[in-house]
Nanobody
């Protein structure tokens, strides 16, 4: 069983930065990938960034590429999302998620087994 707990959300002005953290506990297999998703009111949950644990390969949604960076501290089992140059359209609840890498596409929310409770990010114009 895997437990994920996010933190680091808040309110920021456009152009600002935030760093989200996700503490993972339980059995995190090397075959897993870990990702950040976000969901704005009335919208579908959207994949933002992914990190494959075995290879450290990362990928990003086009909407955040060049502004967001996913990373992890493997010793502490913490996943991060550094968000720079924030825009009002980045406002959403942000979720950490994990699954085996071979289970579907990285940005398909329904393929994920484990989710955190979410942390709210609000960007004011």
């Amino acid at each position: 069983q895997v437990q994920l707990v996010e933190s680091g959300g808040g309110s920021v002005q456009a152009g600002g930065s935030l760093r989200l953290s996700c503490v993972a506990s339980g059995v995190i297999e090397r075959s897993f990938l870990m990702a950040w998703f976000r969901q704005a009111p009335g919208e579908e949950r959207e994949g933002v960034a992914v990190l494959y644990l075995a290879s450290e390969i990362t990928n990003y949604a086009d909407s955040v590429r060049g502004r967001f960076a996913i990373s992890r501290d493997s010793g502490k089992n913490v996943l991060y999302l550094q968000m720079n140059s924030l825009k009002p359209e980045d406002t959403a609840m942000y979720y950490c998620a994990a699954k085996p890498w071979y289970r579907g596409k990285w940005d398909t929310a329904s393929d994920y087994s484990y989710w955190g409770q979410g942390t709210q990010v609000t960007v004011a114009s």
